[in-house]
């Protein structure tokens, strides 16, 4: 078994309305950072866990965002994988 | 007669706060039969409606109402719900009933980013269902609300059919029930507060109707929710109801 870190970045879909990102963009505004277009919050969850491949880890992931992190009326999710270092042996 | 009261159960979770109020005003008000059941419970053990309460279950971890869903006595209220029967989601109930697939849509964060928390107006649409039988349509309620995330959210398409099948329950109004944007204040599509099932049997709604009964802190608006549940008044109505027999 390899361990992994399967990160889950879950956002607003496109069209639902985001007052957090909204309030966020008026900050970044009075900050007179210029430019700004858009600012849309979601959130990213890691789950740790073992699986035999980065492949089998996307997918257990995939079946948490499908049942319970995500939720498909108003977010849209994407999943990375990253191999977690091995704690060196002695 | 009093062997035909009903039995209303109101759910508790961790982290609810309305479901002493929804017991209280069932049993002293409606004058139900009220019996709180745990989350850890399995069954519903003969009990004629259900009542997820408001609150905060699981500090709204995730998403309001996200984990509560997956509560061990989450299934057999789904059953109860399929089968027919009354269930009532107030606020966190709403968002509960939403996250099970029971009510469509989803709850979003207020507009304002505010709590809100205070009385509002909503206006009984063109909906039939068991707990809205002592409510005309186009009659104006007032109910206090108190909600963070309570924003509405279906799509174009939803929405179109939920207006098709008339399950649009309650809009946020003014006092004369006119529709402004001020009065809809978390921001909610098509203003609404409150939806029902396809079947009618269903009913989550923002607005606390259980903290909206008795005379001395309310005009009793909520009361007329709740005690649709006894219908014309012998207490029959409430089993084995359905859109069908739930009339007017």
Same mark, same amino acid.
């Given at each position: 078994?390899?361990?992994?870190?399967?990160?889950?970045?879950?956002?607003?879909?496109?069209?639902?309305?985001?007052?957090?990102?909204?309030?966020?963009?008026?900050?970044?505004?009075?900050?007179?950072?210029?430019?700004?277009?858009?600012?849309?919050?979601?959130?990213?969850?890691?789950?740790?866990?073992?699986?035999?491949?980065?492949?089998?880890?996307?997918?257990?992931?995939?079946?948490?965002?499908?049942?319970?992190?995500?939720?498909?009326?108003?977010?849209?999710?994407?999943?990375?994988?990253?191999?977690?270092?091995?704690?060196?042996?002695? | 007669?009093?062997?035909?009261?009903?039995?209303?159960?109101?759910?508790?979770?961790?982290?609810?706060?309305?479901?002493?109020?929804?017991?209280?005003?069932?049993?002293?008000?409606?004058?139900?039969?009220?019996?709180?059941?745990?989350?850890?419970?399995?069954?519903?053990?003969?009990?004629?409606?259900?009542?997820?309460?408001?609150?905060?279950?699981?500090?709204?971890?995730?998403?309001?109402?996200?984990?509560?869903?997956?509560?061990?006595?989450?299934?057999?209220?789904?059953?109860?719900?399929?089968?027919?029967?009354?269930?009532?989601?107030?606020?966190?109930?709403?968002?509960?009933?939403?996250?099970?697939?029971?009510?469509?849509?989803?709850?979003?964060? =207020?507009?304002?980013?505010?709590?809100?928390?205070?009385?509002?107006?909503?206006?009984?649409?063109?909906?039939?269902?068991?707990?809205?039988?002592?409510?005309?349509?186009?009659?104006?309620?007032?109910?206090?609300?108190?909600?963070?995330?309570?924003?509405?959210?279906?799509?174009?398409?939803?929405?179109?059919?939920?207006?098709?099948?008339?399950?649009?329950?309650?809009?946020?109004?003014?006092?004369?029930?006119?529709?402004?944007?001020?009065?809809?204040?978390?921001?909610?599509?098509?203003?609404?507060?409150?939806?029902?099932?396809?079947?009618?049997?269903?009913?989550?709604?923002?607005?606390?109707?259980?903290?909206?009964?008795?005379?001395?802190?309310?005009?009793?608006?909520?009361?007329?929710?709740?005690?649709?549940?006894?219908?014309?008044?012998?207490?029959?109505?409430?089993?084995?109801?359905?859109?069908? =027999?739930?009339?007017?």
């Amino acid at each position: 078994m390899r361990r992994w870190t399967v990160k889950a970045i879950i956002m607003p879909k496109h069209g639902v309305n985001d007052p957090q990102g909204e309030a966020i963009k008026g900050g970044l505004q009075s900050l007179e950072f210029s430019g700004i277009e858009d600012v849309r919050a979601g959130k990213q969850i890691a789950i740790m866990l073992e699986a035999r491949s980065r492949e089998e880890a996307v997918a257990a992931v995939e079946r948490m965002c499908e049942q319970l992190l995500a939720n498909p009326v108003i977010e849209t999710y994407s999943i990375s994988a990253d191999e977690a270092r091995q704690e060196s042996a002695t | 007669m009093m062997s035909n009261t009903p039995r209303v159960a109101v759910i508790g979770f961790p982290g609810s706060n309305g479901d002493h109020d929804a017991l209280h005003a069932l049993a002293h008000d409606v004058g139900v039969n009220a019996e709180l059941i745990d989350y850890r419970a399995t069954a519903l053990n003969g009990i004629d409606a259900v009542v997820l309460p408001g609150g905060f279950s699981y500090g709204d971890a995730l998403r309001a109402g996200a984990i509560a869903r997956f509560a061990p006595i989450m299934g057999a209220v789904q059953e109860f719900a399929r089968s027919g029967g009354p269930v009532l989601g107030i606020c966190n109930g709403f968002q509960v009933l939403t996250e099970a697939h029971l009510l469509p849509g989803a709850l979003l964060r =207020n507009r304002t980013l505010k709590f809100h928390c205070h009385v509002t107006h909503v206006r009984l649409e063109d909906a039939e269902s068991i707990w809205l039988s002592n409510v005309s349509p186009g009659e104006v309620l007032s109910l206090p609300i108190a909600h963070g995330e309570g924003s509405y959210y279906v799509d174009d398409e939803t929405l179109a059919r939920l207006e098709d099948r008339n399950q649009i329950a309650f809009r946020y109004v003014e006092k004369d029930g006119s529709l402004t944007d001020e009065a809809n204040l978390n921001g909610s599509v098509s203003a609404i507060a409150g939806v029902i099932s396809e079947a009618g049997n269903v009913l989550g709604l923002m607005p606390h109707p259980e903290r909206a009964t008795d005379p001395l802190t309310s005009n009793g608006s909520g009361l007329k929710i709740l005690s649709s549940l006894l219908g014309s008044g012998d207490g029959r109505q409430v089993a084995g109801s359905n859109r069908h =027999n739930a009339v007017r």
